[in-house]
T-cell receptor, first 123, second 106 residues
Framework: EVQLVESGGGLERPGRSLRLSCVASGFIFDDYAMHWVRQVPGKGLEWVSSISWDSRSTDYADSVKGRFTVSRDNAKNSLYLQMNSLRTEDSALYYCAKDFGSSVLRHNYFDYWGQGTLVSISS | DIQMTQSPSSLSASVGDRVTITCRASHSVGRYLSWYQQKPGKAPKLLIYSASYLQSGVPSRFSGTGSDIDFTLTISSLQPEDFATYSC?????????FGPGTKVDI
């Protein structure tokens, strides 16, 4: 059974940093690209970042580019999102998602999602 | 960025109804379009990928059609467990963008 478990969210002040983690199980982690998607409670979904199986390719939404860094450790079946210079508009539930069938960043779909970790940014 | 719109934003339906939700892209996305179902307090679930392919385990009452700009998700006979929010997503080009969602309620 595929499982994705996020952690690392919490309440933080603007300008500070958080590091989100996602531990995967039930599939061959390094066969797939992985993604972060966020959602303000009660609002729509927003893609945040993606990383290829080998970490050679990464991609970011313009809203987080230069502030967030996605990484993965295939030996630990883990995905990370380093969030720096946090803003109030970064407050959301952050989901980790597995790619449907691709190891690279191209025409990706998300077939399994974690339950999310909540990030709240407030002074 | 490619903008995705959905209509309607919400609808009320009854069990057994045929429900159709439309998604429109601001530019052609080919068939790189997926549909997700999300229930309150739960993570999204992939229903349809590549515009019309049913994800494994998803009931056959769900179907998707369309290409380029216009796409449709149809639920042929609404079941109690189908009351949820449905969102489309284009993965033709980065950044992948989601529609705002369509809430289906009783």
């Amino acid at each position: 059974e595929v499982q994705l478990v996020e952690s690392g969210g919490g309440l933080e002040r603007p300008g500070r940093s958080l590091r989100l983690s996602c531990v995967a199980s039930g599939f061959i982690f390094d066969d797939y690209a992985m993604h972060w998607v966020r959602q303000v409670p009660g609002k729509g979904l927003e893609w945040v970042s993606s990383i290829s199986w080998d970490s050679r390719s990464t991609d970011y939404a313009d809203s987080v580019k230069g502030r967030f860094t996605v990484s993965r450790d295939n030996a630990k079946n883990s995905l990370y999102l380093q969030m720096n210079s946090l803003r109030t508009e970064d407050s959301a539930l952050y989901y980790c998602a597995k790619d449907f069938g691709s190891s690279v960043l191209r025409h990706n779909y998300f077939d399994y999602w974690g339950q999310g970790t909540l990030v709240s940014i407030s002074s | 960025d490619i903008q995705m719109t959905q209509s309607p934003s919400s609808l009320s339906a009854s069990v057994g109804d045929r429900v159709t939700i439309t998604c429109r892209a601001s530019h052609s996305v080919g068939r790189y379009l997926s549909w997700y179902q999300q229930k309150p307090g739960k993570a999204p679930k992939l229903l349809i990928y590549s515009a019309s392919y049913l994800q494994s385990g998803v009931p056959s009452r769900f179907s998707g059609t369309g290409s380029d700009i216009d796409f449709t998700l149809t639920i042929s006979s609404l079941q109690p467990e189908d009351f949820a929010t449905y969102s489309c997503h284009q993965s033709y080009t980065s950044p992948g963008t989601f529609g705002p969602g369509t809430k289906v309620d009783i």
